[in-house]
């Protein structure tokens, strides 16, 4: 049995590519499977945590049992999603009375998107281009909401996003064309700085100097555990089943790095998962 490090604890999880739009039909993405962070998703569960996942992109995993799975597109939208997910304040958060629940399990059933009051008018709307499915479970707030404790990002995030996507379909009139393109937000920068008291931690993919630019990361990003997958490597990381990590602490613990022998995400996820627990109890 898997020792209930979590226990009580709220973990928010970003997971999977963004989708960063260029007119109504055509995005920006990546190759990101999303898979490292529904394998941490499964595993904080087992460790007895309440988990929130906000899948980015067109993620194609199913969804998994007791986590709140909250689907977006844009970086922007996730760090919105994620901002209002550890601050506890997320639509797909508030306590719902029990006769709403079997309301409420039924429409993440037949994929009906329901939409929450996101435009802050004060009603309920539907629009069939949402992408929240609520999983209700007994998240009875108080009247106070209740702010995470653990911020896991897992997210590829697109680093660019077009300045302004067309509101029409380009066509193919011109022998070239410039995309215009704009930064996005670094989301785990913004949460974890605006939140001292979160514990959490960052992924780097990188190609070389990994301890170098992980150990940058930590303190720029002010992060508790850094996970790095040296990306040079074809048989691990990004759409592949396998990983192999090394991860570095911050130098509040006692712990300088761990490594992580290659191994499938599922097992990688776990032992993560005891890292975070164990680190987060010092
Ligand atoms: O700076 P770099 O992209 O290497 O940092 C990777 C880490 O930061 C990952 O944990 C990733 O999920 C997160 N990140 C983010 N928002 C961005 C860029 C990266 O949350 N815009």
New binding site residues.
Partial sequence: TTPQLLAGKRVVI?AGPTVEAIDPVRYLSNHSSGKMGFALARACVAAGAEVILIAGGKVGLPTLLNVTRIDVLS?EEMLLTAQQCVAGTHAALQYVPEEEHEHHSEHSHDHSHEHHDDCGCGETHEHEDDHTHTHMHDHVTDDEPRVADVFI?????A?YRTRDAAPQKIKKTQESMTLDLVK?????ATISLAHPELFVV???AETQDVERYARG?LVS?DLDLIACNDVSRADIGFASDDNAMQVFFSERYEHDSVTLEKASKDKIAEQLTRIIGETLWQ
């Fill in positions: 970003t970086a990002a897992t997210a590829a995030v680093d996005n937000p670094d989301i785990l960052g992924f780097a990361k990003k």
